[in-house]
């Protein structure tokens, strides 16, 4: 799609990775994704919820998508290999609307990843189930995925630890740490297991250029 329509969605989304708490990526004196991740490589997965959205004339409420990618070294530095899941749900119209709009074809944030990514693993369209519990978002991905995050603790019992500016992805949104409390993965080469590693969930909002 070349020629975007006007497209925004409103949406949830957490993702988890296998840094220690907290990622040296989001972090470091070095800039924005230029430290090496804790353990030399990042496998992280980020799942998206779509509250409400539209591509065009085509709606998208209630679909979901995941992206799973390897960065074998510092993120900056690419070369990632990376794979995406479409909601099995979506119709053919909604598949190439999230593909758009989460591949980067359509502009917007993840526009910004693409050149980061090498090898493109293809998409899946596949049964996805995702849960917001309070300080805690799950998602199952049949054979795939079984994930569930939670927000760390706060000095304060009724509160959260909030991250702003530390991901272009999410722009001025209150960006939540939290750690795995189960989370595995496994597709292609890939098996990991990013349970007590860390999390972060947020809700945002994004429009076409």
Known sequence: MTDSPNWSIDAEYFENCNCDIVCPCEISAL???????????????????????????????????????????????????????????ASGEQQQALGAIFGGAAGGPMAGLVPLIGT?????????????EGRRRSARIPNILDA????????????????????????????VQASGVSSSYRDYDFEWDNAGKCADYATFRWTGP
Not at 164 to 172: C, I
Request: a negative charge.
């Open 120 to 132: 493109n693993l293809g998409a899946k369209l596949v049964p996805i189930e995702y849960r917001n």
């Open 148 to 175: 569930t995050i939670q927000a760390v603790p706060s000095y304060k019992e009724d509160a959260v630890v909030i991250k702003q500016n530390a991901n272009p992805l999410f722009d001025g949104a209150d960006w």
């Open 31 to 89: 800039g924005f994704l230029q430290a090496r991740p804790d353990q030399g490589h990042c496998d992280v997965f980020l799942m998206f919820h779509i509250n409400s959205g539209s591509f065009g004339d085509v709606q998208l409420d209630d679909l979901n998508v995941m992206l799973a990618a390897q960065a074998p070294g510092p993120m900056i530095e690419g070369n990632w290999t990376a794979a995406i899941y479409l909601d099995e749900r």
